[in-house]
């Protein structure tokens, strides 16, 4: 019987971002629409233009990954052949460097991105909604590797 991790390996990529959104409250919605309980809203609470590059870099890795990789029934997980697994393994440093580089910007603006929300979300601003540590949030990470 042939082993298949003789021929490569599994790989599991694992992306987490900070969303910049947040539910309104109930209750904020009650003193704004008669008819709340038919509502639902969400608020965001940057600019998004200001999160899509780092969403670009982790979509152009998974993308990548996809591409010369074969799935694997584990959800999360692809199988990369043996002949790829260094040439996987440096194009997703390359990937985790853009994100970190991606997210470093981000969090250079933070602040400005918070004021600006100040102002555009008047009574709907809520310093609770934004992490003191926001860059904790992100994280591109390759997991497994059998």
Not at 26 to 45: C, F, P
Not at 69 to 75: A, D, G, K, T, V
Request: one cysteine or more; hydrophobic letters at 40%.
């Amino acid at each position: 019987m042939e082993n298949i991790f003789e021929k490569g390996c599994l790989v599991q990529l694992s992306i987490s971002k900070w969303g910049g959104v947040k539910k309104i409250d109930d209750s904020k919605l009650a003193k704004m629409v008669e008819a709340h309980e038919w509502l639902t809203a969400t608020k965001k609470l940057v600019d998004p233009e200001s999160l899509k590059p780092i969403c670009k870099v982790g979509n152009a890795a998974r993308s990548y990954l996809a591409g010369v990789s074969l799935p694997f029934p584990i959800q999360g997980m692809v199988f990369a052949p043996k002949e790829m697994i260094s040439k996987v393994d440096k194009r997703l440093e390359e990937f985790r460097a853009e994100f970190n580089e991606a997210v470093n910007a981000f969090t250079r603006d933070y602040p400005r991105l918070r004021e600006t929300a100040m102002v555009y979300l008047g009574d709907l601003f809520n310093e609770v909604d934004y992490p003191v540590q926001v860059e904790q949030r992100f994280s591109l990470i390759t997991l497994a590797r059998i």
